[in-house]
């Protein structure tokens, strides 16, 4: 054991420790911290240390054994960084001679010497796990080399007083460009987007903006952009690099820097349709130099077939796919970025299915599996993310086949395919670490299950086995509410597990850190002050920090805790056979899936499953479109009464009639998908009411008699099927009570009615009214965990173009944080309650995002543990409101369903409401989302006179606040 020693060197040796390591392991960089004196000591030793750094590349066999020799030499002298570099020196001698085993075995060993002496060589340690993760990502292994680079950073974290800045700061910005390009090459391009930007802010800070070293970092970030199909800030960012190529003595000359600008820059034109532009780079990179490093035909020949495949020469286009492909095999070491290996198999195998050569396409999708090392017998690889793609390639090339053979292997092979890629996905959602990230991901591979439902209602139709219906609805659930459904689990998880209150409030902190900061930027983005632009740097730091932290966070309770990582990653969905044991005999779920080309609408009652496909064309997105403008922006009169009853009528005949028949069920509970998020079917007409004698009066008083979908069943919606019938594990309430939260506004905030109800719901309902000016933000997160039912009269703000901004206010300046309670905010809450209605306008309104449904407040409320919530789907009028609400909760109060309250609701409303006030857009927006049980109250009647829970505080003030235009509700 080499004996621990604490002398530290000095600076001029920190920088013969920088030119040492260039020259032995060729990365350019170590962490030049608290390295030992290795000038005044063993001086012979050096000498001999020396002359195998000289011959470390011509003669690797001779300096690996004059390494060995230097090594006992300076382990007798304790000398632990000469020590350290000597395992490295050695490990990069084998790897000039091509002898992994013993070079892994070197460099593992230089790693080790942190488990004993961190304290003494921190540079030394990082560096050894920088060049480990370096060695397994030129094996393909990925992972690991994410792993061992993050152990690498986590060392850099560690050091408190660094002896050089500059230097410190190369090597957090090489680290986190290291990072960069291993997430880039697995297909994360989130995160590689994410970390190399600040790859480039330390670069910029240390090596300069025209350093080659940030030009480089400057590429990778360009590229995760391009992958990630940001192609605008791609385009701008190697065009910002082209110009600093173009302004020195390098022009023209083939450098990777220029050539890597030309050659994306090529792709961004050619995947933006701008061939002319594209031709023009096309011809400019033909025109540099053939010999230099940065050169390589392979890319040439995949940007001439992309570039031909535009233009619509498919041949020209296979012959360039070929050869690129051919180049790229033979080059292929581990030391090629495999994603782009994948690429190039993507590219050739779908140029063959469009020439229809399926068993060409076959043999290429083949070599591709075959380097993602996936088997039948063994399903599979390092590479989720990028063999998801290859294997819905295969599947429709087997299925292509089929149509040409009529041979049963092809489906049946198809079918396989369809199924590890699913797996798969799983397994890749896994491994990304922001939600961003998992959101992108989910978008791309949703038209891979669309293509999955469509192959399993082709073999319905073609075997009648219902196992296929199965199968389909079971593609469809995969990839929908997937990433609401793993945060609740997560949180079910931590505590079915039982980890402890210490580990969950820490967690709590960095969340909420994190929303802190996240706030700031977003902020100090949208005023664009000099200050303001001055704190966004440490404000990103800061945030990119507890990012950082909470992932290592999250990764050590799941090594901690094996319980709750079983728990957290256990990706069983609901299945058909489940469904129906839960469901009562007059309970229908019914399933939406919104795909490219169709609709898939998945029935499921007691006796079987149906699906019905709804082809998805112009005609189908412009009656959403006059059914959803008719309702928000509602017209009186027979005009306004034609604008809903006939798009209302065209799509009950689309997509229920098929399903339900003449008899409806006592409850449907529906899954919407894409835009028909937004529908509230109940509103939908059975049939088209004969309007051709009505005048403007008679017509308004129609609303009344209209053949609404409600009157026949009681309806509920669900962001997945999997999310409503799991149950993920949450607690109970400490109170079993109501708490109505009730703001008292000023100016033409001020809502009348909103205190004096919310007082009178928490008498009849038994809770805590919180009401007045202490009604603050702070009031509400203290006390909101302790109660089951949740109500909120107060003013909201939906946001579509940040939905995490969606937010709550509470007394005071509309425009201090500190009042605002945010989308974001909520969802890291832990909240007990049973049900939350809601009190905002729209609060069940926000942007669309496919696979996870709309982001808005009840979203929001759901994700913080609330199994059902009340909200709006639009704006809502205030008195219709209070009469909608004494309704529902004197349905309640009777022992009712949720649904079957507001159901009951609506149908008085109707029977009592003026006629000026029969529009749908008055009584119809408010829906239930999520758990339908009753909620049992006790107490006496006197409350529901004046009830205002959420109507006082709906579409009041607005009226007198015009200067707020950016409110779109209350």
Known sequence: MIPKILTLGSLSFIMKINIIVFLIINIGFILPINSQNIGDTGVATDSIFWNAVKILSSKPDSAISILKVASKEYFDQCNLARYNLCYQGIATAYQKLNNIEEEEKFRF?????????????????????????????????????????????????SITAPEDTIEYLKSFANTYSSLSSYYLRIGNYEDAKNIGTKAITLSMSSYGLNAPQTQLKINNLAAALFFAQDYFHAKSLFLKNLAIIESSDLKGKGTRHEYDCLHTLAFIYIKTAQPDSAKILINAIEKLPKIKPGYRPRVLHQIKGEYYLLVDSTEKALRDFKISVALRE???????????????????????????????????????????????????????LLAVPILDGKAQAHIGRYHQTQQQPDLDTALWCYLIADSLVDKARDRLQNESSKLFFSQKSRPIYERAIRFCLMMHAKTGEPQYL???????????????????????????????????????????????????????????????????????????DREEAYRSFSESLEKRYPAYHQLKYDHRIVEVAEIQQQLSGSQMLLAFFEGDSAVYAFAIDRQGIMVHEV??????????????????????????????????????????????????????????????????????????????????????????????????????????????????????????????????????????????????????????????????????????????????????????????????????????????????????????????????????????????????????FRYAGC?????????ADGQATIELMQGFYAALEEGASKSEALRAAKQQYLETASNAALHPYYWAGFVVIGDDGAIVAGGSWWWVVGLLLVGGGIGFGLTYSKRKERMRGV
């Open 109 to 157: 060993y230089a790693y080790s010497m942190k488990t004993n002496y961190l304290a003494e060589i921190p540079g030394y340690c990082a560096s050894s796990a920088l060049n480990l993760g370096i060695f397994y990502s030129r094996m393909g292994n990925y992972q690991k080399a994410l792993d061992y680079t993050n152990e690498s950073l986590k060392i850099i974290k």
């Open 330 to 384: 033979k080059e292929y070491t581990g030391n090629e970025s495999i994603n782009f290996l994948m690429d190039a198999y993507q590219t050739l195998a779908s140029t063959y299915l469009l020439l229809n050569h399926p068993d060409s396409a076959l043999q290429t999708y083949q070599s591709a599996l075959k380097k993602l090392t996936l088997t039948p017998q063994s399903p599979t690889t390092p590479y989720p």
């Open 470 to 544: 199965e199968k389909a609805f079971s593609f469809s659930e995969r990839n929908k509410a997937t990433l609401l459904f793993q945060s609740l689990q997560d949180a079910g998880a931590k505590l079915a597990a039982g980890l402890p209150d210490s580990l969950l409030e820490q967690e709590r902190n960095l969340k909420v850190d994190i929303a802190f900061y996240q706030n700031k930027i977003f902020e100090a983005e949208q005023k664009q002050t000099a200050a303001d632009s001055a704190r966004l740097t440490s404000w990103r730091q800061i945030l990119f």
């Open 615 to 860: 082809p998805r064309d112009s005609l189908l997105d412009k009656q959403i479109r006059q059914l959803l403008s008719s309702l928000q922006q509602p017209q009186k009169g027979l005009k306004g009464l034609t604008a809903f009853a006939r798009p209302a009528h065209q799509l009950f005949a689309r997509f229920l009639q098929p399903l339900i028949g003449e008899k409806s069920p006592d409850q449907l509970i529906l899954i919407p998908d894409g835009q028909l998020s937004y529908l509230p079917f109940e509103l939908l007409l059975r049939s088209s009411p004969d309007l051709s004698s009505l005048d403007d009066r008679q017509a308004d008083r129609q609303y009344r008699h209209l053949p609404y979908f409600f009157r026949e069943t009681s309806t509920r919606y669900a962001y997945s099927a999997t999310l409503l019938f799991s149950n993920p594990y949450r607690p109970r309430a400490r109170r079993n009570e109501v708490a109505a939260f009730a703001p008292a506004y000023s100016g033409p905030w001020s809502l009348v009615h909103n205190q004096p109800q919310a007082k009178a719901v928490a008498a009849m309902m038994g809770g805590t009214a919180f009401t007045g000016e202490q009604v603050n933000k702070a009031r509400f997160l203290e006390a909101a965990p302790d109660f089951s039912v949740l109500h909120l009269a107060m003013h909201g703000e939906p946001d579509l173009y940040s939905p995490l901004r969606a937010r709550l206010l509470f007394a005071g300046d509309d425009t201090a944080a500190a009042n605002s309670l945010y989308a974001y905010e909520i969802y890291n809450l832990n909240l007990n309650a049973k049900m939350a209605v809601l009190a905002a306008c729209e609060s069940g309104y926000g942007k669309l995002e496919q696979s996870e449904g709309i982001y808005s407040l009840a979203r929001a």
């Open 867 to 875: 199994p059902s919530v009340v909200s709006s789907l639009w704006k």
